[in-house]
Antibody
Framework: QVQLVQSGSELKKPGASVNISCKTSGYTFSSFPMTWVRQAPGQGPEWMGW????????TYAPGFTGRFLFSLDTSASTAYLQISRLEPNDTAIYYC??????????????WGQGTRVTVSS | IVLTQSPGTLSLSPGERATLSCRASQSVSASYLAWFQQKLGQPPRLLIY???SRATGIPGRFSGSGSGTDFTLTISSLEPEDFAVYFCQQYGTSPFTFGPGTRVDVK
């Protein structure tokens, strides 16, 4: 069965960096695009962008450029989200989510459990 | 594309019909509109894709309709496990935006 398992909660100070992993199993990793979603406390989800798991090409939503980096370790079937120069309003739960089908224009169907990132001095 | 959901909160009793609205600021390409259910402490769960297609394992009481800029999620008869927050998402035009959500709670 398809599984996405994310790394654990993080507590960081402003200005630090964080690296979130999303380890997948149960399907061919490089066949399905991976989306990243942020959900701030009490808010709706925000689409951060997606990464082509075949080519490694990322697409970032406006507001998620510069400090945010999507990457892959295809040999480990794992996707990564790195956030640098953390700010307090980066405090949120971050989800990886695999697309329903192999095409870009597909909704995320399989989700990781989420990684809570808290940014506080 | 900005998605607006209404109402913000829907207070209903088990067995009642729930009708949730999602309106887009411009036409959603090819009806690439999805609905998700989210319960506290859990990731979103895909219910409906392509505006009208139920995802695998989703009960028949959930149905989606609409096209263009106006979309609806209907829950024909609320079960206790259906009280949750519901989000729509358009994935036709990048960035693939989410709506702010409708909370369905027990009256």
């Amino acid at each position: 069965q398809v599984q996405l398992v994310q790394s654990g909660s993080e507590l960081k100070k402003p200005g630090a960096s964080v690296n979130i992993s999303c380890k997948t199993s149960g399907y061919t990793f490089s066949s399905f695009p991976m989306t990243w979603v942020r959900q701030a406390p009490g808010q709706g989800p925000e689409w951060m962008g997606w990464i082509n798991t075949n080519t490694g090409d990322p697409t970032y939503a406006p507001g998620f450029t510069g400090r945010f980096l999507f990457s892959l370790d295809t040999s480990a079937s794992t996707a990564y989200l790195q956030i640098s120069r953390l700010e307090p309003n980066d405090t949120a739960i971050y989800y990886c989510a695999r697309h329903k089908t192999v095409i870009t224009r597909a909704p995320p169907k399989f989700w990781g459990q989420g990684t809570r990132v808290t940014v506080s001095s | 594309i900005v998605l607006t959901q209404s109402p913000g909160t829907l207070s209903l009793s088990p067995g009642e019909r729930a009708t949730l609205s999602c309106r887009a600021s411009q036409s959603v390409s090819a009806s690439y509109l999805a609905w998700f259910q989210q319960k506290l402490g859990q990731p979103p769960r895909l219910l409906i894709y392509s505006a009208t297609s139920r995802a695998t394992g989703i009960p028949g009481r959930f149905s989606g309709s609409g096209s263009g800029t106006d979309f609806t999620l209907t829950i024909s008869s609320l079960e206790p496990e259906d009280f949750a927050v519901y989000f729509c998402q358009q994935y036709g035009t990048s960035p693939f935006t989410f709506g702010p959500g409708t909370r369905v709670d027990v009256k």
